[in-house]
T-cell receptor, first 113, second 111 residues
């Protein structure tokens, strides 16, 4: 069963900590995405990557960075976590151009205290 | 105004009822997706449409490209259908193939 795996379902971090959210897919997909989901705002794109070492900013990249050293792994980094980054984070992947649809991970609910 | 608008935002139904969720969009698209999110967060892709109609079990999705509108129908609804249903559109054929999402429709089906 093909899937996207996020390393943690729930995470609690302190303000100012550096936080790593990991996402791994086993479908050989070119595209990988990081979204955050907040009530009333829906899913918003933080960053996406269409190839190894390639990345593009989404709609809300401030306070985040990403890393894609291998095709199957896309990491989201919160350089200095803040309380307004408390959210649900979802990773997704797709083939080049989006053909075949998108596969989402189960999400990581991050709380920054 | 959002590029993707869904209605209603919340929907409560009795088991067995026929349900319709609507999605309107304002941009040119190459495909429209219907997604389902259960409590706990995981998102499942239900349909990807670029024209016409698709059916899977009790779920039917239609799209009218000229009117920029899509509907998701659930026949003989069941409490296990309770979830958030999200419409998302993909614009163009760029390498990133970004999705733009609606805010979702919270469906509750009571027994």
């Amino acid at each position: 069963d093909v899937k996207v795996t996020q390393s943690s379902r729930y995470l609690v971090k302190r303000t100012g900590e550096k936080v790593f959210l990991e996402c791994v897919q086993d479908m050989d997909h070119e595209n990988m995405f990081w979204y955050r989901q907040d009530p009333g705002l829906g899913l918003r794109l933080i960053y996406f990557s269409y190839d190894v070492k390639m990345k593009e900013k989404g709609d809300i990249p401030e306070g985040y960075s990403v890393s894609r050293e291998k095709k199957e792994r896309f990491s989201l980094i919160l350089e200095s976590a803040s309380t307004n980054q408390t959210s649900m984070y979802l990773c997704a992947s797709s083939l080049w151009g989006g053909a075949g649809g998108y596969t989402f991970g189960s999400g990581t609910r991050l709380t920054v205290v | 105004k959002n590029e993707v608008e869904q209605s209603p935002q919340n929907l409560t139904a009795q088991e067995g009822e026929f349900i319709t969720i609507n999605c309107s969009y304002s941009v040119g698209i190459s495909a429209l997706h219907w997604l389902q999110q259960h409590p706990g967060g995981g998102i499942v892709s239900l349909f990807m449409l670029s024209s016409g109609k698709k059916k899977h079990g009790r779920l039917i999705a239609t799209i009218n490209i000229q009117e920029k509108h899509s509907s998701l129908h659930i026949t003989a609804s069941h409490p296990r259908d309770s979830a958030v249903y999200i419409c998302a559109v993909r614009s163009g054929e760029t390498s990133g193939s970004r999705l733009t999402f609606g805010e979702g429709t919270q469906l509750t089906v009571n027994p």
